[in-house]
């Protein structure tokens, strides 16, 4: 929610704009609209000699959960900029992108996670600040039960499905959220 314009510092409400069809924050003073739209998190599952590599997250969210290197991108960077970036930050690891291989939408959090297939340059990687440990893992070492999101679930699933017929494809889903009912 924005409460003041970036543009003139006045409060904002919520209406729908002239020409528009959804409601916006708009100034109440200069008219300024401010558009929010989803944010793109981008990553890589990277490879090498038939281990996938995977990070166990130093922060919140998920904090101690596994995951693949991933992270928001950046203004000014690609997509495959961003996840050279991020596989080298959370993990300390230089990767070659093959393709892009897995988009997530999740609308409820404004989020699009868009994650490709890489290989690892060399078997060299370290933690990174975001990062308690990262490891190389075979298939039968995926630490399913303690895996941070469902993005990556939805991706190392197919990784793994597409791995085992030798034909890469290129997936897509959309999350809902998760029914909380107790």
């Not at 868009?114 to 060299?124: A, E, I, K, Q, V």
């Amino acid at each position: 929610m924005i409460r003041y314009c970036s543009v003139c510092g006045a409060p904002t409400t919520s209406n729908i704009p002239e020409g528009d069809n959804r409601h916006r924050h708009v100034c109440s003073s200069c008219g300024f609209i401010h558009y929010e739209n989803p944010r793109l998190v981008v990553g890589c599952v990277a490879e090498f000699d038939g281990r996938i590599l995977m990070c166990r997250r130093a922060i919140e969210p998920r904090h101690g959960y596994w995951t693949l290197p991933a992270g928001f991108m950046e203004n000014g960077e690609t997509t495959t900029d961003a996840a050279t970036r991020e596989t080298d930050e959370e993990a300390g690891a230089r990767v070659a992108i093959d393709a892009p291989f897995a988009l997530v939408s999740i609308p409820h959090i404004h989020q699009v996670h868009l994650f490709y297939r890489g290989r690892l340059c060399s078997p060299d990687f370290a933690a990174g600040d975001e990062s308690l440990e990262v490891a190389l893992v075979s298939p039968t070492e995926i630490p399913w039960e303690t895996l941070a999101f469902r993005s990556v679930r939805f991706c190392l699933e197919r990784y793994l499905m597409d791995r085992q017929t030798g034909c890469f494809g290129f997936h897509e889903s959309s999350l809902e959220p998760l029914n909380e009912a107790h």
